[in-house]
């Protein structure tokens, strides 16, 4: 597997965090990269991210989101997947780039979903059609859940 960088930007497009991992699969529709969890253990509420976490995530053409199923550090179980509400990212040949919209989807490995940050999302002043598509995308992702289609595939219900 070779390197891959991953450039998370705002919806305004402002870098907030680039990281580094390895390109796992690249076709037509989406890149998938292996990364570990680089930042400060975190607990969200409803998961606690730590260190050394083992995200896949799949960063998809044409769709406005992105995809990071979550396993734990150590013992490599699933946590869960975090679902970004994002434009359509830009691929290049080693890096990934997206931008953020603020909405948030966390889907339990049970099949439970959370919607998250919609008021950060609300804040933002976005055209129309941008709030629509974000909105289709959340819409797009709980169907991905319902029908258990990959990488859903792993719900355990």
């Keep these: 597997m070779s390197a891959f960088t991953v450039i998370k930007r705002d919806a305004f497009g402002a870098v907030e965090l680039t990281y580094e991992g390895a390109l796992r699969e690249r076709n037509e529709a989406f890149v998938c990269i292996d990364a570990s969890f680089a930042l400060r253990d975190r607990d969200l509420g409803y998961i606690t991210l730590r260190r050394g976490d083992r995200f896949r995530e799949w960063f998809f053409r044409e769709r406005w989101y992105n995809i990071f199923r979550v396993g734990d550090v150590n013992s490599g179980a699933l946590k869960g997947w975090y679902c970004n509400i994002?434009?359509?990212?830009?691929?290049?040949?080693?890096?990934?780039?997206?931008?953020?919209?603020?909405?948030?989807?966390?889907?339990?490995?049970?099949?439970?979903?959370?919607?998250?940050?919609?008021d950060e999302f609300a804040a933002l002043t976005l055209p129309r059609r941008e709030v629509e598509k974000a909105w289709a995308a959340v819409d797009a992702i709980r169907h991905l859940v319902e029908k258990r289609r990959p990488p859903f595939d792993e719900i355990s219900v």
């Design 86 to 118: 994002t434009r359509p990212p830009r691929v290049e040949a080693d890096r990934v780039t997206a931008e953020d919209l603020c909405l948030d989807v966390f889907v339990f490995p049970d099949g439970r979903t959370l919607l998250l940050d919609e």
